[in-house]
Each structure stands twice: as structure tokens, then as C-alpha cells.
């Protein structure tokens, strides 16, 4: 195996160590305020992980929204991590070659979340007064240190198309 597999290897069992924080840690922190009377009131403080926005969002009947944000945050990322073995194992066959051209095509899928976050949090900040406030969390940070992991540990990786007979 070469060095450059071996690397990717090695920041594909990272990026999965990220993975799981990524998912089940607070993401965002939503507090807004309303001042009435010469007081602060505060309307809402809440902190969601990307596990619990999903739950969340089932609950309150938004299930289109809570299965993209299953689909790009939880399924791809573990669809991925279950092809690394066989791409590994099967090295050399079509399979193994088609496999990993099957992930270079969804890597790209699980930045599509951390996207939609930043955006939300870029929107919030920019329209923010005094009011309203959203801080990313640990969450945040450590998904996308996945996504940006897991994507650098699939381009780093080569795997050669099997010769023609």
C-alpha cells in the first residue's frame, strides 16, 4: 500500500473520531431578546445539536427538512465510511474502482450541511441587532472538520482502474 493510502487512511479514522461529536454536540445557540419596560426579556435561548435539529424538526412535522439534514449529515458520512473497506479489500477488481468513484461523487454531499449552518449563521449575524444573537458550537466546528477531513482523506486516496483483458 502506499504512503499516500496509508495517509488517507489514517484521515479517514480522524475525520470518523469527528464525526460523531460533529453530530450529537451543540451546533447553534439561537437566543433572542425583546427589551419591555426598561428590561430584558428573553424570548428564546436554544441549542440544538445536528442529532437533535433532526429530532426537532420530525417532531414539529418539518420531516422534509429533518431527512435532508439526515441524509447530508448522518447517511452520507457513515455511506462513506462503510465503502472504505471494501474499496480496500477489493483493490485491484472494477468493483473496488467503481466503488470508490461512487464515493468522489458523494464527498461532496456532506458539505452541503455545514453550508446551510454558515449560512444561517452568516444571516442571522448580518440581520442581528441587540436582539438576536447565534453562536456556532462545538458541534459546528467539529463537523466540518469532518467534512473537510473526510474529503481531503478521499482525494488523497487512489485507487487504479483494473487493467483491460
Same mark, same amino acid.
Given at each position: 500500500?502506499?504512503?499516500?493510502?496509508?495517509?488517507?487512511?489514517?484521515?479517514?479514522?480522524?475525520?470518523?473520531?469527528?464525526? !460523531?461529536?460533529?453530530?450529537?454536540?451543540?451546533?447553534?445557540?439561537?437566543?433572542?431578546?425583546?427589551? @419591555?419596560?426598561?428590561?430584558?426579556?428573553?424570548?428564546?435561548?436554544?441549542?440544538?445539536?445536528?442529532?437533535?435539529?433532526?429530532?426537532?424538526?420530525?417532531?414539529?412535522?418539518?420531516?422534509?427538512?429533518?431527512?435532508?439534514?439526515?441524509?447530508?449529515?448522518?447517511?452520507?458520512?457513515?455511506?462513506?465510511?462503510?465503502?472504505?473497506?471494501?474499496?480496500?479489500?477489493?483493490?485491484?477488481?472494477?468493483?473496488?474502482?467503481?466503488? !470508490?468513484?461512487?464515493?468522489?461523487?458523494?464527498?461532496? !454531499?456532506? @458539505?452541503?450541511?455545514?453550508?446551510?449552518?454558515? @449560512?444561517?449563521?452568516?444571516? +442571522?449575524?448580518?440581520?442581528?441587532?441587540?436582539? +438576536?444573537?447565534?453562536?456556532?458550537?462545538?458541534?459546528?466546528?467539529?463537523?466540518?472538520?469532518?467534512?473537510?477531513?473526510?474529503?481531503?482523506?478521499?482525494?488523497?486516496?487512489?485507487?487504479?482502474?483494473?487493467?483491460?483483458?
Amino acid at each position: 500500500m502506499t504512503k499516500r493510502n496509508l495517509l488517507a487512511i489514517g484521515l479517514s479514522i480522524v475525520s470518523l473520531a469527528l464525526l !460523531w461529536p460533529g453530530l450529537v454536540e451543540p451546533a447553534l445557540t439561537i437566543r433572542a431578546t425583546i427589551e @419591555m419596560f426598561g428590561a430584558e426579556r428573553e424570548l428564546t435561548n436554544e441549542t440544538r445539536s445536528v442529532i437533535g435539529a433532526v429530532q426537532s424538526l420530525h417532531a414539529s412535522g418539518n420531516d422534509f427538512v429533518a431527512g435532508l439534514i439526515l441524509l447530508f449529515s448522518v447517511l452520507v458520512p457513515v455511506a462513506k465510511a462503510a465503502l472504505l473497506v471494501p474499496i480496500l479489500t477489493l483493490r485491484g477488481t472494477p468493483a473496488s474502482y467503481r466503488l !470508490w468513484r461512487i464515493v468522489q461523487l458523494i464527498s461532496k !454531499w456532506s @458539505m452541503a450541511d455545514v453550508f446551510a449552518v454558515g @449560512m444561517l449563521i452568516a444571516l +442571522l449575524v448580518a440581520k442581528g441587532t441587540a436582539n +438576536l444573537s447565534a453562536v456556532a458550537g462545538t458541534g459546528f466546528y467539529c463537523f466540518a472538520a469532518y467534512c473537510l477531513t473526510s474529503n481531503a482523506a478521499f482525494q488523497l486516496l487512489t485507487v487504479e482502474p483494473p487493467a483491460s483483458r
